[in-house]
């Protein structure tokens, strides 16, 4: 069975950073996509960043420019790492992989980011 567990979240001033990471076990294949999500106090869990198998990446426009997401396929681990951050940012972030061939997806169980004004 696949298991994702998300760390390194904690509370960081305004205009900080945090770098979170997800590691994953339990894997048939390799994973194809790692993304990461995150979800505000009664709001909607909001896609914020994906990186692929190859690298490639791409961003919401709300972190455009700020996090940068990267992945270690030898180490089945995700990263996100996160600058210049605001208090909107304040979330429980969530990392999501999907497995090659199968395409199944699996969730962690996030992890909090508070950002303090």
């Known amino acids: 069975q696949v298991r994702v567990v998300e760390s390194g979240g904690g509370l960081v001033q305004a205009g900080g950073s945090l770098k979170i990471s997800c590691v994953v076990s339990?894997?048939?294949?390799?994973?194809?996509?790692w993304d990461w999500y995150r979800q505000a106090p009664g709001k909607q869990r909001l896609w914020v960043a994906t990186?692929?198998?190859?690298?490639?990446?791409t961003y919401g426009e709300q972190v455009k420019g700020r996090f940068t997401v990267s992945r270690d396929n030898a180490k089945n681990m995700g990263y996100l790492e996160m600058n210049t951050l605001k208090p909107e940012d304040t979330a429980v972030y969530y990392c999501?992989?999907?497995?090659?061939?199968?395409?199944?997806?699996?969730w962690g169980q996030g992890t909090q980011v508070t950002v303090s004004s």
């Open positions: 339990g894997l048939t294949f390799s994973i194809r996509t």
């Open positions: 990186v692929r198998s190859g690298g490639t990446t």
């Open positions: 999501n992989v999907v497995e090659d061939h199968t395409g199944k997806d699996s």
